[in-house]
């Protein structure tokens, strides 16, 4: 039998999808998801930036000049560049809390050390406050 279309047609046409409609959230109707509130205690264990920022503090408290140290097309090289009043450098790598550098790291820290560079390696606040201590006064 002829078809009734206009023009020709084979195909199905397929049902478009339903619309989404969203429902206002009305508080005594939905339940409310209550969120765990965040340890503080020493069992969280901080991540890098918040460490990093407590360690560039204490070092402007000492006087050192501190750069955020970066090398584009070169991997593992440390985080931060320390200079104290003196000219001496010193390269930090910082860690979140437990953490360890990774084999490319320890061999960028290894290889500056090679060249009498000071570099090194925290993971703690408290470790890097001593070590920045003894920096400054080199």
Do not use: M
């Not at 930036?49 to 503090?57: C, D, F, G, T």
């Not at 003196?86 to 360890?100: D, H, M, Q, T, V």
Request: charged content about 30%; overall charge positive; glycine content about 6%.
């Amino acid at each position: 039998h002829p078809s009734t279309h206009p023009w020709p047609c084979t195909a199905k046409i397929p049902n478009p999808p339903p619309r989404r409609v969203r429902l206002p959230i009305i508080p005594e109707i939905l339940p409310v998801r209550k969120r765990k509130p965040k340890s503080s205690g020493p069992a969280r264990r901080r991540n890098e930036s918040a460490i990093e920022k407590e360690i560039v503090l204490h070092a402007r408290k000492l006087g050192l000049l501190c750069y955020k140290f970066s090398s584009p097309g070169h991997r593992g090289v440390p985080d931060r560049l320390f200079f104290n009043k003196r000219g001496k450098a010193l390269f930090l790598e910082i860690k979140r809390s437990g953490a360890k550098p990774t084999a490319l790291q320890e061999y960028e820290l290894r290889a500056l050390g090679r060249y009498s560079v000071l570099a090194g390696w925290v993971s703690s606040v408290d470790k890097a406050k001593a070590f920045l201590d003894d920096f400054s006064e080199i």
